[in-house]
């Protein structure tokens, strides 16, 4: 199957700080990729969408000033988290697009999640 | 209504039972089912997605959709208590790619 990455898997940093998180698709180039944030005990949230060489789409109440994303090659996109703050704690997850083949939609594999502490 | 219903459960089953996991969505024109798996404090891993109408199975799984009904299921036999998990469905709207998830259910598998 398709794999994902993610650096740094877990990260403490002080309040004001920014905090960049990597996704990279190993074996398959992935035009998209979607980043997500997951609180304890609930559901996935979608941030954005990352689409290789274009602006990311923004969900709705997410800030695109405070999460920055560039998806500057096939197999790389980065969200950074600008002037961090404690409430931005949270679990995040990237995602990227594989082709499922056969003219179906193309599938999400998910990277393996960066636990993000803000002091 | 939320597009894509499952009930969080938890589903508790013994050792080497079916667990079945449901799944509705309100968008008749979904093209494209998914079944993830999430462990507590990792992230979704994806277990099968269908397409047509049907059973598909892969191994211990098996996903079957009903498109007339919008409803989608994943069947696990021979349940391990390994298996425990919350499983997530999710729906494909369009060609974006981009997934609407379920809440998840919470899977128990008793020794």
């Known amino acids: 199957g398709a794999v994902v990455s993610q650096h740094p898997s877990r990260v403490i940093c002080k309040s004001g700080t920014s905090v960049k998180i990597e996704c990279r698709s190993l074996d398959f180039q992935a035009t998209t990729m979607f980043w997500y944030r997951q609180f304890p005990k609930q559901s996935l949230m979608l941030m954005a969408t990352?689409?290789?060489?274009?602006?990311?789409?923004?969900e709705q109440g997410v800030e695109k000033d405070k999460f920055l994303i560039n998806h500057a090659s096939l197999t790389l996109s980065t969200l950074t988290v600008t002037s961090a703050h404690p409430e931005d704690s949270s679990f995040y997850i990237c995602?990227?697009?594989?082709?499922?083949?056969?003219?179906?939609?193309?599938?999400?594999?998910f990277g393996p999640g960066t636990r993000l502490t803000v002091l | 209504q939320k597009e894509v219903e499952q009930n969080s459960g938890p589903l508790s089953v013994p050792e080497g039972a079916i667990a079945s996991l449901n799944c509705t969505y309100s968008?008749?024109?979904?093209?494209?089912f998914f079944w993830y798996r999430q462990y507590s404090g990792k992230s979704p891993e994806l277990i099968m997605f269908?397409?047509?109408?049907g059973d598909k199975e892969d191994g211990r799984f098996t996903a079957q959709l009903n498109k007339a009904s919008q409803y989608v299921s994943l069947l696990i036999r021979d349940s391990q208590p390994s298996d425990s998990a919350t499983y997530l469905c999710?729906?494909?709207?369009?060609?974006?790619?981009?997934?609407?998830f379920g809440q998840g259910t919470t899977l128990q598998v008793k020794p």
């Open positions: 990352s689409n290789e060489g274009s602006k990311a789409t923004y």
């Open positions: 995602s990227a697009l594989a082709p499922s083949g056969g003219g179906h939609t193309d599938t999400q594999y």
């Open positions: 968008d008749r024109g979904s093209q494209s």
């Open positions: 999710a729906v494909n709207k369009d060609n974006t790619g981009k997934l609407i």
């Open positions: 269908i397409y047509s109408n």
